[in-house]
């Protein structure tokens, strides 16, 4: 019995250029018909197509699956199939690491309004971060726009951090001044094997007021969103005496406008 190319296509649910492509690679030798230049195939041609559905079932790519089957010992595929494992098992890994992190996320997004303008007591957690943006200015050198390129690569597992000058939330500056970049918790940096070098730094934990507040429309983010905590250190007694560090939680629409989120550390010590 010969089949038809389409008839091939439909018995296997695969596409005809497909088929031509496998053909092309030597996998399989439709027999042409002289007159109307029609191809045929034969079971055995469908044998070896099954056997390339089968190791692309593997995520194969269709040059490696044809050079597997044309081309290939036992030895030489059991070596490709090693390497696969290898490449599956990271595969694996990554993907529990993207449920974490999206559940951290979902985490982030509960608490949003439970903290909102609230202060508590709390270390801060140690993290490795970058900085590539000064207010609205981005870093230009060529360095640091590789290495800003490099960190794109590890999300979802970065934060958007910032930084504000203290001397500016406690309005003895009142320049409004912050910074942006990126950061990492360090199981993730040890996972993702990121180098801790300037401008890379690693931040210790410490211990700070922590809030969540939130930031509507363009241009109002800056120190000023603050001052609340502020007046929440002076009650208790307690100095501000580090730079605000934080991380935007979420971007959302919230009565009607895009609105931030954002949490924040600020260190503190107790005044004599």
Request: net charge negative.
């Amino acid at each position: 019995m010969k089949y038809k190319i389409g008839d091939v296509a439909r018995i296997l649910g695969i596409s005809p250029d497909l088929l031509r492509y496998y053909e092309k690679k030597g996998i399989v030798h439709p027999v042409k018909d002289a007159h109307n230049d029609y191809r045929y195939y034969e079971p055995w041609d469908i044998n070896f197509l099954m056997d390339c559905i089968w190791y692309k079932s593997f995520h194969f790519g269709i040059d490696q699956v044809a050079e597997i089957i044309t081309n290939s010992t036992a030895e030489e595929v059991a070596e490709v199939i090693d390497q696969k494992v290898v490449e599956l098992r990271a595969q694996i890994r990554r993907n529990e690491l993207l449920v974490r992190r999206a559940r951290e996320h979902r985490a982030d997004l509960g608490r949003l309004k439970n903290q909102l303008w609230q202060c508590v007591l709390r270390e801060s957690p140690e993290i490795v971060r970058y900085i590539h943006r000064y207010n609205y200015n981005y870093d230009n050198s060529k360095e640091l726009q590789a290495l800003s390129q490099q960190w794109l690569e590890y999300m979802p597992f970065t934060h958007r951090c910032f930084e504000m000058p203290v001397e500016d939330i406690c309005g003895k500056r009142g320049e409004g001044r912050f910074s942006w970049g990126f950061s990492l918790t360090p199981d993730y940096v040890r996972e993702l094997g990121v180098k801790v070098e300037p401008p890379v730094v690693r931040l210790k934990s410490q211990p700070c007021i922590y809030t969540v507040f939130t930031s509507a429309g363009k241009g109002s983010f800056s120190p000023s969103k603050l001052e609340y905590v502020v007046d929440f250190a002076q009650e208790r007694g307690l100095k501000l005496k580090g730079d605000a560090r934080g991380n935007l939680l979420a971007s959302v629409l919230e009565d009607g406008e895009l609105t931030g989120f954002f949490e924040a550390w600020i260190p503190y010590e107790t005044e004599a």
